[in-house]
């Protein structure tokens, strides 16, 4: 089996075993950025609460369907177009040598390709995280949704009758303004805090992990208002309006600011934490030791 299939298949792995972990924490984040109801009054434990009581346990893994089908492609391309970025860098650039601007680099440009292939997918979790049953499909401004996504498909078909394929992409620049410094760094921060790891041969597990929490929570932190952009662009429509529609990313990050407070802009952060560091830290470690078990070449060590 080629190298670049069994890092395809580490990656897809490791994608879908990080974000079904915490998809319930997920699902309260997606709640909390674009302020459906009073879910950001009621704090974390009672929002979980909330969606137990009105939707049932399913209810923590409503669009978690659409956000492993995105995430198992992004992860796997993500990961494998790291690493061929970083050997064609490497190859074409011997003198950058393997220090950590060539992870980032590579990082950076890995995140923006995943993106790309799998964004639509995104947009449709976003779309159906954000329907709660039996509380309405209200903003916090009042504007109210249309009727409740059937699954991935009604979502995609209902866009593009809305906006066309275009409609698809809408959030795409957020995204990426966040993806590309966020990937970089995380791949950046994980590769520089493994070295510093003892010993020369393979990094424990738990020492994976607490690299991969570190650098999943360093990357995000960086870019975290742009996410909240992406979540408010992603669910705006014709008959949704979250105040009005954004003209762009730097339009939205000041409407958010102006509007809704610059607190909105960091909604969610907490609860992210709390979902990143396992996401990020089983991420990482997952990815490394199906390497090890599919038996994937170590790549070059730094000097």
């Given at each position: 089996m080629p190298?670049?299939?069994?890092?395809?298949i580490a990656g897809g792995v490791a994608?879908?075993?990080?974000?079904?972990?915490?998809?319930?924490?997920?699902?309260?984040?997606?709640?909390?950025?674009?302020?459906?109801?009073?879910?950001?009054?009621?704090?974390?434990?009672?929002?979980?609460?909330?969606i137990l009581k009105t939707e049932g346990p399913r209810g923590f893994y409503k669009g978690n369907g659409a956000s492993v089908m995105r995430?198992?492609?992004?992860?796997?391309?993500?990961?494998?177009a790291y690493e061929q970025y970083r050997h064609w860098i490497l190859e074409g650039c011997p003198a950058a040598g393997t220090g950590p601007?060539?992870?980032?680099?590579?990082?950076?440009?890995?995140g923006g390709t995943a993106v790309l292939c799998t964004y639509p997918l995104d947009l449709a979790r976003t779309r159906l995280a954000y329907q709660v049953k039996g509380l309405g499909n209200t903003l916090a401004q009042s504007a109210v949704l249309p009727a409740?996504?059937?699954?991935?498909?009604?979502?995609?078909?209902?866009?593009?009758?809305?906006?066309?394929?275009?409609?698809?992409?809408?959030?795409?620049?957020?995204?990426?303004?966040?993806?590309?410094?966020?990937?970089?760094?995380?791949?950046?921060?994980?590769?520089?805090?493994?070295?510093?790891?003892?010993?020369?041969?393979?990094?424990?597990?738990?020492?994976?992990l607490v690299c991969g929490a570190a650098a999943g929570v360093f990357g995000q932190t960086v870019t975290y208002p742009l996410d909240v952009v992406r979540r408010q662009m992603q669910v705006q429509s014709e008959n949704a309006?979250?105040?009005?529609?954004?003209?762009?990313?730097?339009?939205?990050?000041s409407r958010i600011a102006q509007t809704q407070g610059w607190k909105q802009l960091f909604a969610g952060l907490g609860i992210n934490y709390l979902k990143l560091v396992p996401s990020a830290a089983i991420g990482f470690a997952a990815y490394d030791s199906m390497k090890v078990w599919l038996r994937v070449p170590p790549r070059e060590r730094r000097p």
């Open positions: 190298n670049y299939v069994k890092q395809l994608g879908g075993l990080s974000k079904t972990a915490v998809a319930p924490l997920e699902r309260v984040k997606i709640l909390y950025q674009i302020k459906h109801g009073n879910f950001q009054s009621i704090g974390v434990w009672r929002s979980l609460m909330c995430i198992v492609p992004y992860a796997a391309l993500n990961f494998a601007v060539v992870d980032l680099v590579a990082g950076s440009l890995a409740p996504y059937k699954g991935i498909a009604d979502v995609c078909s209902r866009v593009i009758k809305e906006r066309g394929i275009r409609g698809l992409y809408r959030g795409l620049c957020p995204t990426l303004y966040g993806i590309l410094p966020y990937a970089g760094l995380k791949f950046f921060a994980y590769e520089t805090l493994k070295s510093y790891l003892p010993g020369d041969t393979e990094p424990s597990i738990a020492g994976k309006l979250v105040d009005a529609q954004f003209k762009g990313t730097l339009n939205g990050l």
